[in-house]
């Protein structure tokens, strides 16, 4: 898969400045707006509040979902989900921004 379109993240806890490990994340993809999601792959935040082991997207995906299990963080956001576009042969790095009470994502390199 030469042009393959994946996604890649990390979380970082920022209220303790260090990553967040052991973070459940569920990766979806759908072909467009009004497809049903398709679970895609499951992992986990490593040491490094990364996941390193999301395979490439399905041919044909135009939007994703990561979703974070984020409860063990503190219960005021028990999930995180993010929801957006791809286009194909392109790498998207998603990282999570999370404190106790607030949250950014934003597309990194």
């Not at 967040?20 to 679970?39: F, K, M, N």
């Not at 995906?61 to 929801?83: D, K």
């Not at 999370?98 to 390199?109: E, H, K, M, N």
């Amino acid at each position: 898969m030469a042009n393959a379109t994946s996604v890649s993240t990390h979380i970082l806890d920022t209220s303790l400045g260090r990553p967040a490990t052991g973070v459940p994340v569920e990766l979806s993809a759908r072909p467009g707006g009004g497809a049903d999601w398709a679970a895609h792959a499951a992992s986990r935040t490593d040491a490094d509040g990364r996941c390193t082991d999301l395979p490439a997207l399905p041919e044909g995906t135009t939007q994703v979902r990561l979703r974070f299990e984020t409860e063990s963080r503190g219960p005021f956001f028990p999930e995180v989900t993010v929801v957006f576009a791809v286009e194909p042969g392109e790498h998207y790095h998603v990282p999570l921004l999370l404190t106790p009470f607030g949250y950014s994502v934003y597309r990194g390199s």
